[in-house]
């Protein structure tokens, strides 16, 4: 439950700290004293929007900090487990709002998204106003109403997540489907070209070595008649060859007596020209012992070498790439193979997700049929209670008219009222007027408050268009939901008020310079006062003093 909440330079709020406990407190005081303030600033705390305008003129930021005691709220501790953000003691939540308008939040100390203090306060507070009954005019609202009631809100999201996966995957199966035949097109232009490229099983290196020797064979006879004149010039001239020069050399240079140095250099030089020159003369030799001119295999050649060109043609691309781009097709050709595998099994998972979509909104469905008989009993005598005597209510389930699986389950949900005695009932938004409104809605609140796993609940003058000795009947019904939990009530109505385990009066303290609001606790006489205030008239008489007396005493019997 909430036990502390702190404000500081809130709207018109400069400092307010307040202790809170178990059971019915009402929060009173004048229009516009700040009741709404309080909170508006609790909402901040538990992950409301916020702007620059919440901010204290004069002030560089806002600071709301709320308190609350865990140990009743497992489902609390856990998400906090979960996250790593648990501490001894009450659970922190608190929000900063700078005068530029940005915004931070901390749950026990720990900076947090304001998603995560919006989730956790979910778990903490449930908060009913005044304008709630206007949203009873949608079938959104019915739904939630009686999925809540029925304690079966998880269930339902779980069909609205069944739903959302089934249409993301019958989108993504379309639109694989409808590609289809442009990739079946795709895939046969493909496999035509890797048969292509596959029946001609171009080498790594073949290309180069075809060009190599396709060179070599078209020059053949030039390179012959080079290789036999190198030869001749080498060794076999008789007109004079370099071995027979190199030889006479030797001899004339070996046959003197003294050599200078630099002579024998010149010796050594010499011979080893004569070594390399016979060794060369040896390999031409072997060359043209070997060198077999065959015309057959040069025209091998230039089928082979035409092969591989007129491909790379086709493809309009350099020969050398041939092989790069048969490795680029076979990936491609793989990944269009996988989209078949791929529709194959977007095909299963579309029709495990309609199973378990009709499995889990059939469930749903069940559970909504039961609770919406309880709810609709329950409210009905509400409604007797709230000055609606004869007054009827129904929930009727309609099935879905979209024969696919809906976010929202197997049915739509519509609330059906009959507000006087002899009336059928109608859809509520076609029958109530706004005070029945009101009252319905009020009695629809009771009602799932008292089975809402949240141990603090806030009313914000829901009570607005009731009066009367109904307003008593509120009174009492709030005062019982206390006496099971935690309730905050904003009211106008002096029968609420006396209803209140305790009373907080909330008014505006002027100062010379500013105005500011303030909560004062009332005990005693000092409530009694504020309730015969709010009997009304501008002087207390001791006629309303003994009134409000007897209202909070026959309140507290």
Aim: include cysteine; aromatic fraction near 2%; proline fraction near 4%.
């Amino acid at each position: 439950m909430l036990v502390h909440l702190s404000i500081h330079n809130y709207a018109i709020v400069e400092h307010l700290d307040l202790e809170l406990d178990t059971g019915m407190t009402v929060i009173t005081g004048e229009t516009g004293a700040g009741k709404s303030i309080m909170l508006d600033a609790l909402g901040l705390a538990l992950g409301d929007r916020a702007d620059s305008g919440a901010v204290r003129p004069g002030t560089d930021k806002a600071d709301i900090l709320a308190s609350f005691d865990l140990t009743a709220i497992p489902e609390a501790r856990a998400w906090l487990a979960e996250r790593d953000l648990e501490r001894e003691g009450p659970c922190i939540l608190r929000r900063v709002i700078t005068a530029e308008g940005r915004s931070r939040a901390y749950i026990n100390g720990s900076p947090c998204p304001q998603g995560d203090l919006r989730a956790l306060g979910e778990l903490l507070i449930d908060i009913h106003n005044q304008h709630e009954h206007q949203s009873l005019l949608k079938n959104d609202t019915h739904r939630r109403l009686l999925d809540e009631y029925a304690g079966a809100s998880e269930l339902a999201r779980q069909v609205q997540m069944a739903a959302q996966r089934w249409r993301q995957t019958r989108q993504e199966l379309e639109r694989l489907s409808n590609a289809g035949d442009e990739q079946r097109a795709r895939q046969q232009l493909l496999n035509y070209q890797l048969e292509e490229l596959e029946k001609l099983a171009l080498g790594a290196r073949e290309l180069e070595e075809l060009e190599l020797e396709h060179k070599t064979l078209s020059n053949a006879e030039q390179l012959l008649g080079n290789c036999r004149q190198v030869i001749d010039l080498c060794s076999e001239s008789d007109a004079g060859n370099v071995l027979s020069a190199l030889t006479a050399s030797l001899q004339r240079l070996t046959s003197l007596q003294a050599q200078p140095g630099p002579l024998g250099e010149a010796v050594n030089l010499l011979a080893s020209a004569q070594i390399q020159v016979e060794e060369a003369v040896g390999e031409l030799n072997r060359f043209l012992d070997h060198f077999d001119v065959d015309p057959q295999r040069q025209q091998s050649i230039e089928e082979r070498l035409d092969a591989i060109y007129g491909l790379a043609r086709k493809h309009r691309i350099p020969p050398g790439e041939l092989i790069p781009l048969q490795q680029r097709l076979r990936s491609e050709l793989a990944g269009l193979n996988a989209d078949d595998e791929t529709l194959e099994r977007l095909d299963r998972e579309l029709a495990a997700y309609a199973r378990h979509y009709r499995e889990k909104a059939g469930e749903l469905g069940g559970l909504r049929r039961q609770a919406g008989e309880r709810l609709a009993t329950a409210v009905e005598g509400q409604m007797q209670r709230l000055g609606m005597p004869g007054g009827r209510f129904a929930i009727e389930l309609h099935p879905s008219a979209s024969s696919e699986p809906s976010p929202q389950g197997l049915e739509q949900v519509e609330f059906l009222v009959s507000a006087n005695p002899g009336q059928p009932l109608k859809p509520l938004a076609r029958v109530a007027s706004g005070g029945e409104l009101s009252r319905i809605s009020l009695a629809i609140q009771v009602i799932t408050a008292q089975t809402s796993r949240t141990p603090t609940l806030v009313f914000d003058e829901v009570d607005v268009g009731i009066g009367g000795p109904t307003a008593e009947v509120v009174g009492q019904l709030l005062r019982q939901l206390g006496q099971q939990g935690q309730v905050l009530t904003v009211t106008h109505l002096p029968q609420v008020a006396a209803q209140g385990h305790r009373h907080l009066f909330v008014h505006k303290a002027r100062g010379i310079d500013e105005t500011r609001t303030a909560v004062a606790r009332l005990e005693g006489d000092s409530r009694i006062a504020e309730v015969a205030r709010m009997l009304g008239g501008l002087e207390l008489t001791e006629e309303s003093l003994a009134h409000a007396r007897r209202m909070i005493g026959s309140a507290q019997t």
